[in-house]
């Protein structure tokens, strides 16, 4: 860093215009709020408080004489983890070209946030966040589409009100909780995405009306488990359930070998896994597909698990998805992407399943409580392990920082047993036994 002469004898801080010298003047140690002026770059500044927090701003000036006044305005987090310094230089020249045409920017961004609807902040989160699964988006969009863009759609995004959205959700919920919390969802997710995105050195949305309402329908806890007789019956029902294809069985069986939601089974890609024919046969989930997006999930194979899934894959004559969809796709702007067979299809496919089986209140989700649960009474797996199996987070300063073992032996070994015992109890069927009144033959001899 330098020091620069400016008018009157007066000096300021200026820092080189490289992502480097941002870096260190982003990381120093102060006492009291500095400012670093980026060398060769008009109005474009770094402020650097305590708390060590850097900002980029851009410093102009607006009208003449008396009227002339200073305005200073924040583009963005500078430093490790925030804005490169490419991007700020460039958000900060297009501050001053509309400057120099006597244009206000912060006044003209307010100005275009206003005439940004809902509807279309929902389009630029569709067009631009690749964060979020474009299933998820698709599902949200069916939501709004329906229950919200009648009525709110066209308004300014940042001019809709909280208690509007409240009455919208009340609406909802009255003819169904879970759709209320699916709108929740997409209202709550699309503020939130907005608020991170700049557009002209302001953020498309600085308020988000949905935090203070809260999700509308919370679920109550569920315990549901099935016994080892359930289990069996449920295990044997797959193949008897004869409006059930191959592939949706295998996916249900997948999901009860494995302990995997039917979404992340359903969606298994070709190059997820890993030597199928080793003794050590791995299925590796991408952090994208899971619901604690944070990591990835891997999950050793058991025999059985193996098994299904080597024979789905012939069966999906190429595809790159184990479990490809029967129609063509879904259509993404021109192009149509392939599909893998849907999450509702493997929810309506198992009610019907557990209708045959005679079982009452069971869901496909239901199979994650009954492998831990079966492990941990039974002895078989310690509570790291369950977590790794269920791709819980870890607890406490340990499993967060220091932690970071998979387990695989241990989750392996606890898999093969279970899947050992679904096996072995859904081979035991009453039904077969001979009737009381039939007297085994004894052997001669």
Same mark, same amino acid.
């Given at each position: 860093m330098t020091q620069s002469a400016e008018r009157a004898g007066r000096s300021r801080q200026t820092v080189k215009a490289n992502d480097l010298a !941002?870096?260190?003047i982003a990381r120093t140690k102060i006492q009291k709020q500095a400012e670093w002026y980026v060398e060769g770059e008009r109005g474009l500044s770094i402020v650097v408080k305590p708390s060590g927090v850097a900002t980029y701003y851009v410093r102009y000036q607006l009208g003449r004489g008396k009227k002339r006044r200073q305005v200073r305005h924040a583009l963005g987090r500078a430093g490790e983890g925030g804005m490169k310094l490419a991007d700020a230089r460039s958000k900060a020249k297009g501050f001053m070209?509309? !400057?120099?045409?006597?244009? =206000?920017?912060v006044a003209q961004q307010a100005a *275009?946030?206003?005439?940004?609807?809902? *509807?279309?902040?929902?389009e630029e989160r569709?067009?631009?966040?690749?964060e979020t699964a474009p299933r998820t988006l698709d599902d949200y969009r069916m939501a709004l589409t329906k229950d919200v863009f009648p009525d709110l759609g066209n308004r300014p995004a940042i001019e809709i009100k909280p208690e509007e959205f409240a009455a919208v959700l009340e609406g909802i919920e009255a003819r169904a909780k879970h759709s209320a919390h699916k709108v929740r969802s997409a209202l709550g997710s699309t503020y939130r995405w907005g608020q991170t995105q700049w557009r002209g050195g302001a953020r498309l949305v600085v308020v988000n009306p949905v935090v203070g309402i809260g999700f509308m329908h919370q679920s109550e806890p569920r315990r549901r488990t099935l016994s080892d007789d359930e289990l069996g019956k449920l295990w044997r029902a797959i193949d008897a359930t004869e409006s059930v294809t191959e592939p949706v069985r295998d996916i249900i069986r997948l999901a009860i070998l494995t302990g995997q939601r039917n979404s992340e089974v359903a969606g298994?890609?070709?190059a997820e896994l890993k030597g199928l024919d080793t003794a050590t046969p791995r299925w590796?989930? #991408?952090?994208?597909?899971? %619901?604690? %997006?944070?990591?990835?999930?891997? !999950? #050793?194979?058991s025999k059985q698990a193996t098994k299904v899934f080597a024979r789905a894959i012939e069966n999906a004559n190429g595809s790159t998805y184990v479990f490809p969809g029967v129609t063509q796709g879904r259509r993404?702007?021109? =192009?149509? *992407?392939?599909?893998?067979?849907?999450?509702?299809?493997?929810? *309506?496919?198992f009610s019907r399943v557990a209708a045959q089986a005679g079982l009452s209140d069971a869901r496909l989700h239901d199979m994650r409580k009954c492998i831990t649960s079966w492990l941990a009474e039974h002895g078989h797996a310690s509570s790291d392990v369950l977590d790794a199996i269920l791709h819980h987070g870890k607890k406490g300063v340990t499993g967060t920082h220091y932690n970071f073992a998979l387990y695989e032996k241990q989750v392996r070994k606890a898999l093969q047993t279970w899947a050992d015992h679904v096996g072995q109890i859904g081979r035991q069927d009453d039904a077969r036994k001979a009737p009381a009144n039939v007297v085994a033959m004894a052997r001669k001899g």
């Open positions: !941002v870096a260190k070209s509309e !400057v120099a045409t006597g244009l =206000d920017p *275009r946030d206003a005439s940004l609807t809902f *509807r279309q902040l929902f569709c067009r631009l966040d690749t298994a890609e070709l590796d989930i #991408p952090a994208r597909r899971m %619901k604690r %997006k944070s990591e990835n999930q891997h !999950v #050793p194979l993404y702007g021109k =192009d149509w *992407r392939q599909e893998h067979i849907g999450q509702e299809t493997v929810s *309506r496919a």
